[in-house]
């Protein structure tokens, strides 16, 4: 079979015009191979990378079936190892729920690569790149993969977007490398017992912009639709809630930065968060909005909050979410030409239907496009929607988007659906 699909790829490719000339190989860098059909199917990426090789597929899963046919196409014995993209780290098998989450690197192990990473970046330009910047990256990202959603890898991904642009910005290559530069201090004063300047904690988690600087609005409606907690390398966990506007469909997120170590300053003048039990429907009298894209972060200054959300509150909700994969595509691309993976980029899924396979569930819309879970990067709150999925109709998936190797996954956070009680949010973490 592989061999008649690869002599009528040949065939077809000669009756198109094509004269395969000696030495044109090196123009290759990627080829597509699609496995299977409908729900089951999935791409296979194989990407040229210096001398090497690397290969993705869209599953998602591991070990994955769909690796098998590709090779058999192109009648190769070598390994494949998969890809982890430019700005994410590769994607491992998911650890057992027996075994538990993987431990944090001690901050003296996690200093002499940062610090071999800025060296490098000094001395061969943060703007030009070389093999050695490569080398110290990669290093980096392998080490701390799994780790830190929100730390290190913000600055690092940062970094590997603007380097790999063809111009790259000085500003953003600049606020990269002293999010870098901050993150290397804090690790080496906590590392030693040593107290850190306030000042290289405001650089990690974000400075709050100041409120004259702020869209001021009296008149939002906004329910909550998810919560997201992240632990930072740096002895902050940050805390996010996201807000959905029910006339207009507008997204928000808090983001606050919760110090986890008692002897972990509390940054002067920050913005706390709103109080109140999941899932919220929030009236403001008075709320700031910082600029930028969607989620906007919100400050919620005055509100009351009511009971509910009701049925009326969730079909308003149900209208505002997107059901086309390709849509949450053009969405994620949009995000990430702006700011990079640093920033989340929540999505609100309709699908059209789940699938499941070996017990693992997909969404799928009315397109059949197939939008996968982020297992590797979440397996404990996948295999709770799985769960939810599995006992009944679900109206929306709400989650983060994801870039795992070229295929966007969605990390869950809350769904919409059916109980006993009637619709309803569960929130997954």
């Avoid at 509150?313 to 979410?321: G, V």
């Amino acid at each position: 079979m592989a061999d008649r699909f690869a002599d009528g790829a040949a065939g077809a490719l000669r009756a198109a015009g094509a004269t395969g000339a000696a030495g044109d190989d090196a123009a290759v860098g990627s080829i597509v191979v699609r496995v299977g059909e409908g729900a089951d199917g999935a791409l296979v990426a194989i990407e040229r990378t210096g001398d090497g090789m690397r290969v993705s597929c869209s599953c998602g899963r591991r070990p994955c079936a769909h690796l098998g046919p590709a090779l058999d196409v192109f009648a190769v014995a070598a390994p494949l190892r998969p890809l982890g993209g430019a700005s994410v780290p590769p994607a491992r098998p998911a650890p057992s729920t027996a075994s538990g989450p993987r431990s944090r690197p001690a901050d003296a192990a996690i200093v002499p690569r940062l610090r071999a990473l800025l060296d490098v970046l000094v001395e061969d330009g943060v703007a030009v790149g070389s093999e050695r910047t490569d080398a110290a990256l990669e290093d980096l990202v392998r080490f701390l993969h799994g780790v830190d959603a929100y730390g290190l890898h913000r600055g690092l991904a940062d970094l590997r977007r603007e380097m790999a642009t063809a111009r790259p910005s000085p500003d953003r290559l600049l606020r990269a490398v002293e999010t870098l530069e901050a993150a290397c201090r804090v690790l080496d004063h906590r590392s030693g017992g040593g107290a850190v300047e306030p000042g290289a904690y405001e650089l990690l988690v974000g400075r709050d912009v100041p409120l004259d600087e702020l869209d001021v609005r009296e008149d939002l409606t906004l329910l909550e639709v998810a919560r997201n907690s992240a632990r930072t390398p740096f002895g902050y966990r940050r805390d996010e809630r996201f807000l959905v506007d029910l006339a207009g469909g507008a997204r928000f997120v808090e983001m606050v930065p919760v110090p986890i170590d008692a002897d972990l300053p509390l940054l002067p003048n920050r913005y706390v968060g709103s109080v109140g039990p999941f899932p919220r429907l929030i009236r403001t009298d008075l709320a700031a909005i910082e600029r930028g894209p969607s989620p906007q972060r919100i400050r919620l200054m005055q509100y009351r909050v009511d009971l509910g959300p009701q049925d009326e509150d969730l079909r308003r909700l149900s209208a505002a979410a997107t059901r086309e994969v390709g849509a949450l595509y053009a969405e994620f691309a949009a995000l990430a030409g702006t700011l990079g993976v640093a920033w989340p980029c929540l999505a609100i899924f309709a699908p059209a239907r789940v699938v499941f396979r070996d017990g693992e569930a997909s969404l799928v819309d009315a397109a059949d496009a197939v939008l996968p879970f982020a297992r590797a990067v979440a397996p404990e709150t996948c295999a709770a929607a799985d769960r939810f999925l599995g006992r009944g109709k679900v109206e929306l998936v709400v989650g983060h988007l994801l870039l795992l190797g070229r295929t966007l996954a969605l990390s869950p956070l809350a769904l919409l659906c059916d109980s006993p009680r009637g619709e309803r949010i569960f929130r997954l973490r």
